[in-house]
């Protein structure tokens, strides 16, 4: 008569030599893998891995790293399963194998990189796990208990994409990601002041006519400087300190080009001075729209008709006879 079986188990076989107990260590040892993994991703995981999924699929370290860890105690789990649950020997088998061949991959890889240490404990710890795992003593059943080669298969690929798809959800890529709400920017209008090609045209026929419709009436039977320019331009003040620091007898009209909505204004790292011009008259533009001008812009205009244009670009209207 054959001894009595003990949880399906011979009772003289060596407690470390049971496929239930080798499989538990396989397992302890795979969590403890997976929460150190956790703890510190991407750092933490094998760093061949990761690069491995970076050049076959573009994953960052970060996603790299959750998969990993995410397979990692979805194996863990595999084998609690199916190796203390089932007596299976196969599968705690092949989950510290393959840990001892990353963590060999990783060792070769901190011989030039650097941190050896956390690699080779993982690969004497691993490959002790294997060995008892092939050591261990199968099972006597009387009859077939458990799931069946096909099963066991299919329920382990189960375990390890539920693991795996809850462990890594929060940086799956395909995942709707929560943004904050779009700010309305306002629509950039620009207005180009180039008017060189409007000399010999009446004023009110130009565009700074349009964006200044009392200049055609203020310049009728009078010779006219109007002069475009901006605060911080130091040309600009030059211009008028050469030009307008004393009465002219031309009727003189500045115009201070007003800052665009919607669009960033750079410091040019010149002062917001006042400018200097004696005896002329300043007009207004309509703020809002992005006035494109070399300033400063000196345009001549004879009795209502545009005569001369000088800008930063061409042109000399204030020398001019």
Same mark, same amino acid.
């Given at each position: 008569?054959?001894?009595?079986?003990?949880?399906?188990?011979?009772?003289?076989?060596?407690?470390?030599?049971?496929?239930?107990?080798?499989?538990?260590?396989?397992?302890?040892?795979?969590?403890?893998?997976?929460?150190?993994?956790?703890?510190?991703?991407?750092? @933490?995981?094998?760093?061949?891995?990761?690069?491995?999924?970076?050049?076959?699929?573009?994953?960052? *370290?970060?996603?790299?790293?959750?998969?990993?860890? @995410?397979?990692?105690?979805?194996?863990?789990?595999?084998?609690?399963?199916?190796?203390?649950?089932?007596?299976?020997?196969?599968?705690?088998?092949?989950?510290?194998?393959?840990?001892?061949?990353?963590?060999?991959?990783?060792?070769?890889?901190?011989?030039?990189?650097?941190?050896?240490?956390?690699?080779?404990?993982?690969?004497?710890?691993?490959?002790?796990? /294997?060995?008892?795992?092939?050591?261990?003593?199968?099972?006597?059943?009387?009859?077939?208990?458990?799931?069946?080669?096909?099963?066991?298969?299919? /329920?382990?690929?189960?375990?390890?994409?539920?693991?795996?798809?809850?462990?890594?959800?929060?940086?799956?890529?395909?995942?709707?990601?929560?943004?904050?709400?779009?700010? @309305?920017? *306002?629509?950039?209008?620009?207005?180009?002041?180039?008017?060189?090609?409007?000399?010999?045209?009446?004023?009110?026929?130009?565009?700074?006519?349009?964006?200044?419709? @009392?200049?055609?009436?203020?310049?009728?039977?009078?010779?006219?400087?109007?002069?475009?320019?901006?605060?911080?331009?130091?040309?600009?003040?030059?211009?008028?300190?050469?030009?307008?620091?004393?009465?002219?007898?031309?009727?003189?009209?500045?115009?201070?080009?007003?800052?665009?909505?919607?669009? *960033?204004?750079?410091?040019?790292?010149?002062?917001?001075?006042?400018?200097?011009?004696?005896?002329?008259?300043?007009?207004?533009?309509?703020?809002?729209?992005?006035?494109?001008?070399? /300033?400063?812009?000196?345009?001549?205009?004879?009795?209502?008709?545009?005569?001369?244009?000088?800008?930063?670009?061409?042109?000399?209207?204030?020398?001019?006879?």
């Amino acid at each position: 008569m054959q001894s009595a079986m003990t949880d399906g188990e011979h009772p003289t076989v060596p407690f470390l030599r049971r496929p239930r107990v080798t499989a538990a260590i396989v397992a302890l040892f795979l969590v403890v893998t997976a929460v150190l993994q956790f703890r510190d991703i991407p750092n @933490s995981v094998p760093a061949p891995l990761v690069a491995l999924l970076d050049a076959l699929f573009g994953y960052t *370290p970060e996603l790299a790293g959750r998969l990993l860890s @995410s397979s990692t105690l979805a194996g863990a789990l595999i084998v609690l399963f199916f190796g203390v649950g089932f007596g299976n020997r196969f599968l705690p088998t092949v989950a510290a194998s393959l840990g001892a061949f990353v963590s060999l991959a990783c060792i070769s890889r901190a011989l030039s990189a650097g941190g050896m240490g956390y690699p080779a404990t993982s690969f004497v710890v691993f490959t002790a796990c /294997s060995v008892l795992s092939m050591r261990s003593i199968a099972i006597n059943r009387m009859g077939r208990r458990g799931l069946s080669p096909a099963w066991t298969a299919l /329920s382990a690929i189960a375990i390890a994409t539920i693991t795996g798809a809850v462990a890594a959800r929060e940086t799956d890529p395909s995942r709707p990601s929560e943004s904050a709400p779009k700010v @309305s920017i *306002p629509k950039v209008v620009n207005v180009d002041f180039d008017m060189h090609p409007f000399v010999g045209r009446r004023v009110e026929e130009t565009p700074i006519g349009a964006s200044l419709p @009392s200049l055609a009436a203020r310049t009728r039977g009078v010779t006219t400087f109007v002069v475009f320019y901006m605060p911080d331009c130091s040309a600009c003040h030059s211009l008028f300190d050469q030009f307008f620091s004393a009465p002219r007898l031309e009727q003189v009209l500045t115009v201070e080009i007003p800052p665009a909505n919607g669009v *960033p204004q750079v410091e040019s790292g010149e002062a917001h001075e006042p400018i200097v011009c004696v005896g002329c008259e300043p007009l207004l533009l309509p703020p809002g729209p992005n006035y494109l001008v070399a /300033s400063p812009m000196v345009i001549k205009i004879e009795d209502g008709v545009v005569t001369c244009v000088s800008d930063r670009f061409k042109g000399e209207c204030l020398l001019a006879p």
